[in-house]
């Protein structure tokens, strides 16, 4: 029987994948009866109401008037510490190298090497920042002082090593829903307020980042409601959100798309769909897919990233080139006009988040990291077969 453990998560707490997956990650971990502190400047907006085991500690940033900038890094590197001291905790789990697992190793500087440090690497981080070279040299030191090191995708691994040329072990561990989230059906009444019965749905949800190539969303649905009648549904926020606004008003669709701004419970939103759009130019893995795909929506998306790696082409989903919306549109029409092909696709995505990205099985691979980093061997095995 190995110990409960003591671990302090640190990661973005607002939308995005990266904070979902911690948080719910800290949530599974709380669960089994791991004691988990979340370590951050505001409540992850996942976490909500109160959960056994599991404990916020704010960073506050100084204010003092020669600091041009808030050092909110050095905030965290403190608190990191604190908290470390404080709880006696065995590890510092943090989400993104910049700035978290530079912050990690910060704290485990002022702490001592009894403090572990495990990075995940979720796709900014390396895509982004690591090309630039003000901050590469920074991000490699990072992920060779971590204790351990994980990426959400093997395209993501692959791109690390090849952008940073690190010879340091990365294990693949892939991003997991809980399928709990995603057993309620659909509510008819919630339905009905955006579209007929014999009207479709579609859904993108992101942050809107030129990288999600938001215009190739409504490129791809006016051409699918030229030929069935659909609503699209956004929901999230970012800087291509007025762009898209101004599409919408363009192409004469404004009755026909909703945007919804940020929500809580995309469970619930997810579920109201019968597509989802996800033709990024780059993700690292897809989350919103894997997401879609445990509500049994399937996904119409790029072959970017580590998509193809969620979404299997012509199983659960189909993908297409990198801003091919002509083929995205022809596949989505093709999906709902067939009934049958769509209840195989959503019957496939289905099985394939309980099985392969399944909660339990993906928790149990980073207990076997933290067990390995902390020194216990008991439950040492491969994180995955490469």
Same mark, same amino acid.
């Given at each position: 029987?190995?110990?409960?453990?003591?671990? @302090?998560?640190?990661?973005?707490?607002?939308?995005?994948?990266?904070?979902? /997956?911690?948080?719910?990650?800290?949530?599974?971990?709380?669960?089994?009866? *791991?004691?988990?502190?979340?370590?951050?400047?505001?409540?992850?907006?996942?976490?909500?109401?109160?959960?056994?085991?599991?404990?916020?500690?704010?960073?506050?940033?100084?204010?003092?008037? /020669?600091?041009?900038?808030?050092?909110?890094?050095?905030?965290?590197?403190?608190?990191?510490?604190?908290?470390?001291?404080? $709880?006696? %905790?065995?590890?510092?789990?943090?989400?993104?190298?910049?700035?978290?697992?530079?912050?990690?190793? %910060?704290?485990?500087?002022?702490?001592?090497? *009894?403090?572990?440090?495990?990075?995940?690497?979720?796709?900014?981080?390396?895509? =982004?920042?690591? *090309?630039?070279?003000?901050?590469?040299?920074? =991000?490699?030191?990072?992920?060779?002082?971590?204790?351990? /090191?994980?990426?959400?995708?093997?395209?993501?691994?692959? $791109?690390?090593?090849?952008?940073?040329?690190?010879?340091?072990?990365?294990? %693949?561990?892939?991003?997991?829903?809980?399928?709990?989230?995603?057993?309620?059906?659909?509510?008819?009444?919630?339905?009905?307020?955006?579209?007929?019965?014999?009207?479709?749905?579609?859904? *993108?949800?992101?942050?809107?980042?030129?990288?999600?190539?938001?215009?190739?969303?409504?490129?791809?649905?006016?051409?699918?409601?030229?030929?069935?009648?659909?609503?699209?549904?956004?929901?999230?926020?970012?800087?291509?959100?007025?762009?898209?606004?101004?599409?919408?008003?363009?192409?004469?669709?404004?009755?026909?798309?909703?945007?919804?701004?940020?929500?809580?419970?995309?469970? $619930?939103?997810?579920?109201?769909?019968?597509?989802?759009?996800?033709?990024?130019?780059?993700?690292?893995? @897809?989350?919103?897919?894997?997401?879609?795909?445990?509500?049994?929506?399937?996904?119409?998306?790029?072959?970017? @990233?580590?998509?193809?790696?969620?979404?299997?082409? @012509?199983?659960?989903?189909?993908?297409?080139?990198?801003?091919?919306?002509?083929?995205?549109?022809?596949?989505?029409?093709?999906? %709902?006009?067939?009934?049958?092909?769509?209840?195989?696709?959503?019957?496939?995505?289905?099985?394939?988040?309980?099985?392969?990205?399944?909660?339990?099985?993906?928790?149990?691979?980073? $207990?076997?990291?933290?067990?390995?980093?902390?020194?216990?061997?008991?439950?040492?095995?491969?994180?995955?077969?490469?």
């Amino acid at each position: 029987m190995n110990p409960m453990l003591k671990i @302090g998560i640190a990661c973005y707490p607002t939308l995005g994948g990266s904070g979902v /997956v911690a948080t719910e990650l800290g949530k599974m971990l709380a669960e089994k009866g *791991h004691e988990v502190h979340f370590i951050t400047d505001r409540m992850p907006f996942r976490l909500g109401q109160f959960h056994t085991n599991i404990f916020y500690h704010e960073v506050e940033v100084s204010d003092y008037y /020669v600091f041009r900038y808030p050092p909110y890094d050095l905030a965290l590197a403190n608190k990191l510490a604190q908290v470390a001291k404080q $709880e006696q %905790l065995d590890l510092l789990h943090v989400h993104y190298a910049v700035p978290h697992a530079i912050c990690a190793y %910060l704290a485990k500087q002022m702490v001592g090497e *009894h403090l572990k440090v495990v990075t995940t690497l979720h796709g900014t981080d390396i895509t =982004i920042l690591g *090309h630039d070279p003000s901050l590469r040299d920074l =991000i490699r030191m990072a992920i060779h002082e971590s204790d351990a /090191v994980t990426a959400v995708s093997r395209d993501l691994m692959l $791109e690390t090593y090849d952008v940073l040329a690190i010879d340091k072990e990365i294990d %693949l561990v892939y991003n997991f829903v809980d399928p709990r989230d995603y057993m309620t059906p659909a509510n008819p009444q919630l339905r009905a307020g955006f579209a007929q019965p014999q009207e479709k749905i579609l859904l *993108h949800m992101s942050n809107f980042r030129p990288v999600k190539r938001i215009t190739d969303v409504i490129d791809i649905f006016a051409a699918v409601h030229r030929q069935v009648p659909s609503h699209l549904i956004f929901v999230g926020e970012g800087p291509d959100l007025a762009k898209a606004v101004n599409q919408v008003k363009e192409l004469g669709l404004t009755n026909r798309v909703h945007f919804l701004g940020k929500q809580n419970n995309v469970a $619930e939103v997810i579920g109201l769909a019968d597509l989802l759009l996800l033709p990024s130019e780059k993700e690292s893995f @897809g989350l919103v897919a894997l997401e879609a795909m445990a509500a049994g929506v399937p996904t119409i998306g790029s072959e970017a @990233g580590g998509i193809p790696e969620v979404v299997r082409h @012509g199983i659960d989903g189909f993908l297409a080139s990198v801003g091919d919306t002509q083929q995205m549109a022809a596949y989505a029409v093709q999906l %709902l006009r067939d009934p049958q092909l769509w209840s195989d696709f959503s019957r496939a995505g289905m099985q394939q988040a309980r099985m392969k990205f399944s909660a339990a099985s993906v928790v149990e691979q980073y $207990e076997d990291i933290y067990y390995r980093v902390v020194g216990n061997s008991q439950r040492l095995k491969p994180s995955v077969n490469m």
